[in-house]
């Protein structure tokens, strides 16, 4: 019995891309400054970040989004590395991958993470954010936290115990 070799090849291809994902919004650039705050994510997951500025109308416009997690992942494990810049560390991550950035302080910044909630004859693309402003040379972890049968939340936690998170609030200007 002779095997095609094409058959072959696009069936290993087939095996070898399901559960792949890939993100191909750009990965947020660090900020040079010496008041730089930090922010650390696990690479795994699909998480962005959106910056916005207050409008003289009131409501807040987006005016950049930025990818924070892994560009490419096989199966939900990262293939691209973690990205460090020297944070303490933290024992919200334990071993797991996670990618480092300077950003800059006192801008209004929305943390989205992003999952598919799959059923049987359906599936949903649902998110969950969490809105701050980065202060000053602080440090900032951002959490995923849910399991296979609930609803998956962010937060975000500053490695400061005695720091408090700062929010914001508002309406997001319509396009």
């Known amino acids: 019995m002779k095997i095609n070799k094409k058959i072959v090849m696009m069936g290993s291809l087939m095996v070898f891309l399901s559960g792949c994902s890939v993100q191909l919004k750009p990965m947020l650039e660090d900020y040079n400054g010496s008041d730089a ?21 009131g409501c807040y416009k987006q005016v950049m989004e930025r990818r924070l997690s892994s560009g490419f992942s096989v199966m939900g ?63 900032y972890d951002v959490i995923v936290k849910g399991t296979d049968y609930s609803v998956d939340h962010i937060f975000i936690t500053d490695l400061d115990p005695q720091a408090k998170i700062i929010g914001w609030e508002g309406d997001i200007c319509k396009k």
């Open 77 to 139: 494990f990262p293939v691209t590395g973690s990205k460090k810049m020297g944070m303490p560390s933290s024992k919200n991550y334990g071993y797991q991958p996670t990618n480092e950035f300077s950003i800059k302080p006192n801008q209004l910044v929305n943390i989205v993470h992003y999952w598919v909630d799959a059923h049987v004859n359906y599936s949903f693309q649902e998110s969950s954010s969490e809105r701050f402003i980065p202060q000053k040379n602080h440090n």
């Open 37 to 57: 705050a930090h922010i650390r994510v696990a690479t795994g997951d699909s998480i962005y970040a959106y910056f916005y500025e207050k409008q003289s109308s």
